[in-house]
């Protein structure tokens, strides 16, 4: 107990440092903690959105959960009665139950065999037609159909007579009429049955998920009374049962991510029960090939989760260290002390363990909710640095989070610990002598770890470097989820490498600055290269803290940036244009299937005779389809149209360059209006993009043609050569231009184009493997008037600020026959919807203000203390007759020597680290596809944010800093004994 009230005391002396401590605990738990509650809350909403999905394309509810049975002559009818009651009570006791979730529908069917059905009375019916029926039920049929004629089927029969129902294509099918009675004629059937048709069914609402089969699937089937169905076909088997069908609808919005566990639980024992029950079933469910892969998803995403988190987190444990040292500086006399007077290294060492834990306890009770607002704050980011007011995230804790919290809080304790081990490994005696010398060399320094961490750093980028060259020199694809926890260790090793190995050489530099003009500094400024010049190991801790985080901010800050506009603009390039559609065109095409027919027709003899046997076969030729253009003016009419051009694209079109033959995209265009809608990066050509249209019109027959396609042709400006595809005859263009990159087209070889791309022939051809995609560009006009009138597509630039549904509205008003449209506009906002995306934004951002956070609050507590400490050498400088104002010169020439300087380097650090790693993003991007070529961006607003946090800290500083300073007396500071 005494221990533990010296601890408490030992505390509250130190509260300061003491909250700074448990700050940078319930920071570094609330990180750790957010990372399964993110995981968990955006996986469940992409879960539900991917399930959406499947029921727009497939059309079909995912909640279905579909299990039938075949019953065969290999189980005995007994036996199958008993299997059916069996799997009766499992799925209503066991399968529903183990989905955890609410049960939209349960409907049971069960058929019999198929019967010949025969007229009650053969003259009102005719009884040659031969109509084969099973009898079929639906448990809770009635619910769910609307009577189009007559009534519902009784439960039992009437006067003999058993009631059904049929859809209406029944009565065309098997030519029955409502009203009539049927018997069934069937050797196997001993007992007499008559059914007679007492209803006409349609469902009653077709968005009802009771349904699975169309009602089509009931063309040749009586629908019986369930009751009845059970009564004498189930129970007592009086007609041979043949299948029976279970179906549930589980409600699928409700899914949270461990409902997956136990939908996928709740399938495997459904199929190990049938499989004892029953030889032969079947089970469907659409949603297990979208749900099964989502523990691989969590998987990559907890991977890149913790590969964002690392720069962060190395920058939190130093601040751990960095707080946590402060406080051992202080108290380095105290267990120096205690080290004489017998207490053991394990005594001293505990009694700080203890003080961790109550500040872990603390951290892990509040670093959890911590992590629930940071996740909240991910799920609202939109881009680095930007909100908005979407659906709330489902986050909510769970165990995962306290047990990543206690891992963060058993790591953050070992951090703290360790300048405790150090300082006790030293005597009293011992520890004056190291007041003494403060010019010794770090730890960092005397162990040449600066130059470790640079070394390991500068391999990996190496390795990284390798690896994008062979990708896209061979075209290959990278996952788009995944990422390498390494794209982000490297970097923050880089970081700590080179801010170690700056401040190996800074104090050379001040010393240098000392020598060079200590005949004319004055006496403040003589007095402060001095304090820094011989206490380097003093300032080397806040240096380091403080250009490692700054570091760290502006690479989060560059690779955020980066990623997002690289994929913003990989969407714009592929699109050309804000929209790129087509319309239908008209033609004179005969339709599909009939091909052949006409081409026989126009191929026949023009008088009908048939042909002589000895004749020659005449290859029939393809007649050549006529299109009808459809009127361009309403397009540059729709409402938020900017400007609109007209773009033929001929994916395989062929050329001819002497004897060398080749397949290339050719494309059409009007250069005016082209030059005005499409969209391209500057910089990725040799000229502005205007200037090759511009070369391009001045001529009809000139066109522009990629460098792939003059490399691997040895073409050059001013070269003909003649293009054409299949029907229409080569026509000679001629070469005006060459380009790199062009809107919408892709010049990197993919993989597919390894095994797809047509080989060219001719010597310059000779000897290459793959072909990389090859583009020709001309006039659209020419074009049609020289080869062939054909569909092109319609690109449009909206205005800014113009809505993407007003174009759709209006198009759909006109009744515009719209065969194919992409929308960029959309798909960016699908793109910063991307879970992965949203991670990368919501924990850039979460590091970058973290870390201008943690700067802030370090550099002030480090400065704190140390004028704090030094209160008797600023005093006795006073007393010599230093003023006021010349120690406020000294403080400031202080910090910008140390804080300023600390600042430089981790602005220069951070903007190299992200030239040098952020390109290296693209190997967990699609390489082939990352059109136009990755680059790093840096958004002049980062930087002025990071200068304006800067100036307000150091200027908050130094008003603290210079408030202290003012209020020290002259008669307290200058006093015998220690310090």
């Not at 002396?13 to 955006?42: C, D, F, H, Q, R």
């Not at 964002?308 to 946590?324: D, E, G, K, R, T």
């Not at 990389?772 to 080869?787: D, F």
Request: aromatic share 10%; charged share 15%.
């Amino acid at each position: 107990m005494a221990i533990l009230v010296m601890i408490m005391r030992k505390m509250i002396k130190n509260k300061w440092l003491e909250l700074s401590l448990l700050l940078g605990l319930i920071i570094s738990v609330g990180l750790v903690s957010s990372m399964p509650i993110y995981t968990n809350a955006i996986l469940q909403r992409l879960l539900v959105k991917d399930l959406e999905l499947l029921q727009d394309n497939t059309q079909q509810y995912p909640g279905i959960f579909w299990t039938s049975t075949f019953i065969t002559g290999e189980i005995q009818p007994d036996a199958a009665k008993q299997a059916i009651m069996a799997t009766d009570e499992y799925m209503v006791k066991t399968a529903q139950p183990g989905f955890h979730l609410p049960i939209k529908s349960y409907v049971i069917e069960r058929a019999t065999d198929k019967y010949n059905l025969v007229p009650a009375d053969g003259d009102k019916v005719d009884g040659t037609v031969k109509r084969l029926s099973d009898i079929t039920s639906l448990s809770g049929l009635e619910d769910h159909v609307r009577l189009i004629d007559g009534k519902f089927p009784s439960a039992e029969p009437v006067n003999g007579v058993v009631e059904v129902a049929v859809v209406d294509q029944a009565l065309t099918n098997l030519k029955m009429v409502v009203g009539q009675e049927y018997v069934i004629e069937d050797e196997t059937v001993k007992l007499p049955f008559k059914f007679k048709i007492v209803g006409v069914i349609d469902r009653k609402s077709y968005d009802d998920v009771y349904w699975y089969n169309a009602l089509s699937s009931y063309n040749a089937s009586l629908l019986a009374a369930f009751p009845w169905f059970e009564k004498t076909v189930t129970q007592e088997q009086q007609l041979m049962l043949r299948s029976s069908i279970w179906y549930s609808t589980v409600d699928y919005t409700q899914m949270k991510l461990d409902s997956i566990s136990h939908f996928l639980r709740t399938y495997q024992q459904t199929e190990n029960f049938l499989s004892e029950k029953f030889p032969s079933y079947s089970m469907k469910a659409p949603a297990m090939q979208t749900i099964s892969g989502y523990f691989v998803k969590e998987e990559k995403l907890r991977t890149m989760l913790w590969s964002l988190n690392v720069p962060v987190m190395i920058m939190l444990a130093y601040y751990l260290f960095m707080v946590s040292n402060l406080i051992t500086e202080r108290q380095k006399t105290e267990i120096a002390v205690l080290r004489s007077r017998g207490a053991s290294r394990l005594q001293i060492i505990l009694g700080y363990v203890v003080e961790g834990l109550l500040l872990g306890g603390i951290a892990i009770i509040l670093g959890p909710f911590f992590g629930l607002s940071l996740t909240k704050m991910l799920g609202a980011s939109n881009g680095f640095l930007e909100f908005v007011q979407r659906a709330a995230l489902d986050v909510r804790l769970n165990n995962d989070a306290y047990q990543y919290g206690l891992m963060a809080v058993l790591c953050s304790l070992v951090m703290t610990l360790l300048p405790v081990l150090l300082a006790t490994r030293t005597s009293i005696v011992g520890h004056k002598q190291q007041m003494a010398r403060q010019t010794k060399l770090s730890f960092w320094h005397k162990y040449f770890l600066d130059v470790a961490l640079l070394g390991v750093s500068l391999y990996g980028l190496l390795q990284f470097r390798r690896r994008m060259s062979d990708m896209q020199a061979l075209g290959l694809e990278a996952s788009d989820l995944q990422m390498d926890p390494l794209l982000f260790l490297v970097p923050a090793l880089f970081i700590l490498g080179v801010s170690f190995m700056l401040l190996r050489i800074y104090p050379w530099i001040i010393r240098l600055l000392y020598q060079a003009g200590r005949r004319w500094w004055s006496p403040s400024l003589y007095s402060t290269l001095l304090q820094v010049g011989r206490s380097t190991t003093q300032y080397q801790a806040i240096m380091v803290f403080l250009s490692v985080t700054l570091a760290t901010g502006l690479f989060s800050a560059s690779a955020a940036r980066t990623i997002n506009k690289n994929a913003d603009e990989k969407i714009m390039y592929s699109n050309g244009a804000d929209i790129s559609m087509q319309i239908q065109w008209e033609d004179d095409a005969p339709p599909p299937g009939m091909e052949s027919e006409a081409a026989g027709e126009e191929g026949s003899d023009e008088e009908g005779a048939a042909p002589a046997a000895n004749a020659p076969i005449v290859p029939v030729v393809k007649k050549k389809i006529q299109y009808s253009e459809p009127p361009f003016l309403p397009m540059t009419q729709l409402p938020g149209v900017e400007q609109a051009a007209k773009v033929f694209t001929k994916n395989d079109a062929s050329f001819t360059v002497g004897k060398e033959r080749g397949t290339a995209t050719l494309m059409g265009i009007d250069t005016d209006e082209f030059g005005r809608t499409a969209w391209l990066r500057n910089g990725l050509l040799d000229h502005h993009f205007n200037e090759y249209l511009n070369l391009l019109a001045s001529n009809p027959q000139a066109v522009l043609i990629s460098r792939t396609l003059a490399d691997q042709f040895n073409l050059k400006v001013g070269d003909p050569f003649y293009v054409g595809w299949n029907g229409v005859e080569n026509t000679m263009f001629n070469i005006f231009g060459i380009v790199d990159y062009w809107p919408s087209w892709n010049p990197n070889p993919s993989f597919s184009a390894k095994s797809s791309a047509p080989a060219a022939t001719g010597s310059n051809a000779k000897g290459k493997k793959v072909l990389a995609p090859m583009l020709i560009v001309g006039h659209l006009s020419y074009i049609q008037n020289n080869m062939a009138l054909e569909p092109y597509d319609v690109w449009l630039k909206l205005k800014p600020g113009a809505s993407s549904q007003e174009l759709y509205t209006a198009l759909e008003e006109k009744n515009t026959p719209v065969t194919k449209l992409k929308d960029a506009k959309q798909e960016l906002i699908r793109s910063k919807n991307d879970p992965f995306l949203l991670a990368i934004n919501g924990v850039m951002t979460l590091g970058f203000i973290i870390s201008i956070v943690i700067s802030f609050c370090g550099f002030l507590l480090y400065w704190i203390l140390s004028l704090s400490s030094r209160v008797l050498q600023l005093g006795i400088l006073r007393a010599m007759g230093i003023s006021f104002r010349q120690l406020i010169f000294m403080l400031i020439g202080e910090q910008l020597l140390t804080s300023g300087a600390a600042i430089a380097i981790g602005l220069l650090t951070g903007s190299l680290t992200s030239r040098l790693f952020v390109p290296m993003f693209q190997l967990s991007l699609q390489s082939t596809s990352q059109v136009p070529p990755f680059q790093v961006t840096f958004d002049p607003r980062d930087q002025f944010q990071l200068y304006i946090i800067v100036s307000i800290m150091l200027v908050l500083g130094l008003f603290i800093l210079g408030t202290m300073l003012s209020r020290i007396k002259i008669h307290q500071a200058v006093k015998l004994g220690e310090d």
